[in-house]
T-cell receptor, first 112, second 118 residues
Framework: DAKTTQPTSMDCAEGRAANLPCNHS???????VYWYRQIHSQGPQYIIH???NNETNEMASLIITEDRKSSTLILPHATLRDTAVYYC?????????????FGKGTHLIIQP | DTAVSQTPKYLVTQMGNDKSIKCEQN?????MYWYKQDSKKFLKIMFS???????INETVPNRFSPKSPDKAHLNLHINSLELGDSAVYFC?????????????????FGAGTRLSVL
């Protein structure tokens, strides 16, 4: 799996868009970018993933640069419940029984 | 219904004991996992398992062993517990799909089992 780099922590005001960056400059052509989050004392939760096109679902949007060396997770209207550690993971999604390799993630704090 | 459920939620035990943590998923998935989150909050894969293969993280001591009675269950047995085994253990499951643009390897996690070894 390609190494990813994320800021250690970020703050965002409630109701604003939270933009979480991730660098994955060594990502290979068949590796997807996955985002998970872990709210305090809970299990990790899948948010979104993508290969090279931008993706959107009910939770977030994922913007991947054209060269695929970085991406941004966007929470469009952050709420206090979005306070969590967010993990960006680059990995091949070939259907194998691969465990996720979690880094340190970004601790996002939503301020009231 | 909880998709991935683990029992017990809390487990406090003495060093040297043998214990088990149970995990069940009702999602119809074919692959299950165990992760360990230590006191510094690092999450690490321990095992991944489906009906064809068991993949073991080489750093996991052989005191830890997964047991799968069927596709919906993957239990974790730990022998001769040590202080350093204190952590939160998460079970997860996923479904492997072939081809296409469909979601692959999206993992669903349980709420965790907090193990304290005294």
């Amino acid at each position: 799996d390609a190494k990813t780099t994320q800021p250690t922590s970020m703050d965002c005001a409630e109701g604003r868009a939270a933009n979480l960056p991730c660098n994955h400059s060594t990502i290979s052509g068949n590796e997807y970018v996955y985002w998970y989050r872990q709210i305090h004392s809970q299990g990790p939760q899948y948010i979104i993933h993508g290969l090279k096109n931008n993706e959107t679902n009910e939770m977030a949007s994922l913007i991947i640069t054209e060269d695929r060396k970085s991406s941004t997770l966007i929470l469009p209207h952050a709420t206090l419940r979005d306070t969590a550690v967010y993990y960006c993971i680059a990995m091949y999604s070939g259907g194998g029984a691969d465990g996720l390799t979690f880094g340190k993630g970004t601790h996002l704090i939503i301020q009231p | 219904d909880t998709a991935v459920s683990q029992t017990p939620k809390y487990l406090v035990t003495q060093m040297g004991n043998d214990k088990s943590i149970k995990c069940e998923q009702n999602l119809g998935h074919d692959t299950m996992y165990w992760y360990k989150q230590d006191s510094k909050k690092f999450l690490k894969i321990m095992f991944s398992y489906n009906n064809k293969e068991l993949i073991i993280n080489e750093t996991v001591p052989n005191r830890f062993s997964p047991k799968s009675p069927d596709k919906a269950h993957l239990n974790l047995h730990i022998n001769s517990l040590e202080l350093g085994d204190s952590a939160v253990y998460f079970c997860a499951s996923s479904h492997r799909l072939a081809g296409g643009r469909l979601a692959k390897n999206i993992q669903y996690f349980g709420a965790g089992t907090r193990l304290s070894v005294l």
